[in-house]
């Protein structure tokens, strides 16, 4: 038995989840509406306050897949109801990120300057090197803030780029003069 899969999940007060024919979960809350289709392998029940995802035999697949509705399940109430932030720190000389309306502007020591749009449902904030991407789908904001280091990722000598505000990052000697 999955041990994920088997722990129910707790519905919080003021959030609302409604689960249609072929498992399209929807689940609303007070920060948004999320809405996402599962395999129709898994059987997915609201029981009073709780959901509950159980599978319907020991099948590899169906293993697998228990543990991963339940999760995504949980992630999506959690969403809706707290949202999700990753936090980006830029580090170098004239490395700079700025917002212009919807825009996350960058200068990454490039010729010119990297200009991101937000996408749908996702925030970007700057406070002086720091770029916070918020929003209620735990998915969409770590890939945005996996797009945002991509374009300068950190380098191992002097650490320059832009890095996960808790990723450390491992360093190298630099090449040493002749004697």
């Known amino acids: 038995m999955s041990r994920i899969g088997r722990l129910p999940i707790t519905v919080p007060a003021g959030v609302t989840i409604t689960v249609s024919e072929a498992n399209v979960v929807e689940v609303k809350g007070p920060k948004g509406t999320l809405t996402k289709a599962f395999d129709s392998a898994m059987n997915i029940a609201l029981e009073e306050n709780q959901v509950v995802v159980t599978r319907p035999n020991d ?22 109801t707290n949202g999700y932030a990753k936090v980006l720190e830029i580090n170098g000389v004239g490395y700079r990120a700025q917002k212009q309306g919807k825009k996350l502007v960058l ?9 991101m749009e937000d996408p749908e ?21 770590g890939q945005f803030a996996a797009d ?13 780029g832009i890095k996960y505000v808790d990723e450390v990052i491992r360093r190298k000697v630099g090449k040493t003069g002749k004697k």
Do not use: W
């Not at 200068?107 to 200009?115: A, D, F, N, T």
């Not at 449902?121 to 904001?141: C, F, L, M, S």
């Open 59 to 80: 099948l590899k697949r169906n293993r697998a897949l228990h543990g991963l509705t339940r999760t995504l399940i949980a992630n999506m109430i959690e969403g809706v």
């Open 121 to 141: 449902g996702i925030t970007t904030t700057v406070d002086g090197n720091r770029i916070t991407v918020a929003g209620i789908n735990k998915e969409q904001v």
């Open 107 to 115: 200068s990454l020591g490039y010729s010119h300057p990297v200009e």
């Open 148 to 160: 945002i280091r991509s374009k300068r990722e950190p380098e191992p000598y002097k650490g320059k």
